[in-house]
């Protein structure tokens, strides 16, 4: 699977829009971005996935690029309770046999009242 | 739908007991998993299936077994307690079919082991 490089930590101020940056450079065809999140304490929490064009659900929108080796979560109104760690993973759409989910580091976004 | 769903919230060992993990969903997906997460560490899977019946090791199974007698529950059982169980479990499941990274994980049990 791409190894997938996301900044550390990232403030947002609420109700601004927070745009989380994750790159992928060697990304596969096959395979696709997701990102989840995990506020301090719970279970993550699955956000958004896409393979080469952009989404958007009532979470968040996904904006890949056109090359596929970078990719931007934006929540557009941040809110205090956004505040977590966000994951960025690629994953091939119909992994055999690996089901693993590898959580990396993730960026820790703190929204800011 | 109350999604994925885990008993008890917490819990407290001793070394050498044993205990089931309880695990329901009500998404009638057909995939589920095992993961641990050890204090500021990330996700390791430990049992997973992809359906009623069959089920399969992760990444670490030792000291833990599963089953899966129906689409809805998975047990995770720890025979034999060990400090090195300390830990938080979660459960999770996922459409499967195309979607099986798209995974909607329980609240956690916390489990520490003394």
């Known amino acids: ?113 | 739908n109350a999604g994925v769903t885990q008993t008890p919230k917490f819990r407290i060992l001793k070394i050498g007991q044993s205990m089931t993990l309880q695990c329901t969903q009500d998404m009638n997906h057909n995939y589920m998993y095992w993961y641990r997460q050890d204090p500021g560490m990330g996700l390791k899977l430990i049992y997973y299936s992809v359906g009623a019946g069959i089920t399969d090791k992760g990444e670490v199974p030792n000291g833990y077994n599963v089953s899966r007698s129906t689409t809805e529950d998975f047990p995770l059982r720890l025979e034999l307690a060990a400090p090195s169980q300390t830990s938080v479990y979660f459960c999770a499941s996922s459409p499967g079919q195309g979607k099986i990274h798209e995974q909607y994980f329980g609240p956690g049990t916390r489990l520490t082991v003394t």
């Open chain 1, 1 to 113: 699977d791409a190894k997938t490089t996301q900044p550390p930590s990232m403030d947002c101020a609420e109700g601004r829009a927070a745009n989380l940056p994750c790159n992928h450079s060697t990304i596969s065809g096959n395979e696709y971005v997701y990102w989840y999140r995990q506020i301090h304490s719970q279970g993550p929490q699955y956000i958004i996935h896409g393979l080469k064009n952009n989404e958007t659900n009532e979470m968040a929108s996904l904006i890949i690029t056109e090359d596929r080796k970078s990719s931007t979560l934006i929540l557009p109104h941040a809110t205090l309770r956004d505040t977590a760690v966000y994951y960025c993973i690629v994953r091939a759409g119909f992994s055999g046999s690996a089901r693993q989910l590898t959580f990396g580091s993730g960026t820790q976004l703190t929204v800011l009242p």
